[in-house]
């Protein structure tokens, strides 16, 4: 069995999502972030590098960063059709925009919800935030012109680059006028919430009464 240590409307929601996609039995296991859980030893322990999420695999390896746990997730569950495996034609462009995703749109969200920790000077706050969104805004334009597919990002269909880029809409601080000025994107998101993972998933991180490990 899979655990996924995941706090509300983390990185957390691509590999619990790809889990039921999967339909393989997990756990999971709320850290609470805002407790800084994440930075204590119970935790540190799982994940040195005190990032949400992690996913123990069956054996007890315990691994993080939301995008890797996608590609281990899709490789060992090849028939779910979630990552395409190597010799397939369109992996080179799955693994380009996966990183992608991962080293050049979620990062923003750091700088433009908590500016403070990118600055020592407390009056840049806001001017880091306010470029944190320029560079948002230039990261889902590129997003958008790189859908390929209708609606997937891929020809192919569905895979996990449209769970991971749905997940990263899902810190907009604007998310309708976000899919009013990206249409593309918005066809792509609008079909992944239509799908019961998602749904169930974004369910779960709503609801108020998930008990944190403190």
Known sequence: MYTLY????????????LLEEIGAPYQRYRIDMAGDAHRKDAYRTKNPLCRIPALALPDGEVI???????LVLGERHPAAGLVPMPGDPDRPAFLFWLAGMAANGYPIF??????????LDETANETVRLRAEEH??????TMDQAIRGAPYFLPRGFTALDVYLTMLTEWSADRQGLFGRHSRLAALCTAVQERASYREVIARHNETS????N
Not at 64 to 70: L, M, Q
Not at 110 to 119: D, I, K
Not at 136 to 141: G, K, Q
Request: aromatic share 12%; hydrophobic share 40%; net charge negative.
């Open 64 to 70: 993080g960063e939301t995008s890797a746990i996608t």
């Open 136 to 141: 948002l805004e230039d990261f889902f334009t």
């Open 110 to 119: 750091s700088r433009a919800w908590h500016p403070e920790q990118f600055t």
């Open 6 to 17: 995941w706090e509300r409307l983390s990185g957390s929601i691509a590999p619990e999502v």
């Open 210 to 213: 998930s008990e944190a490990i």
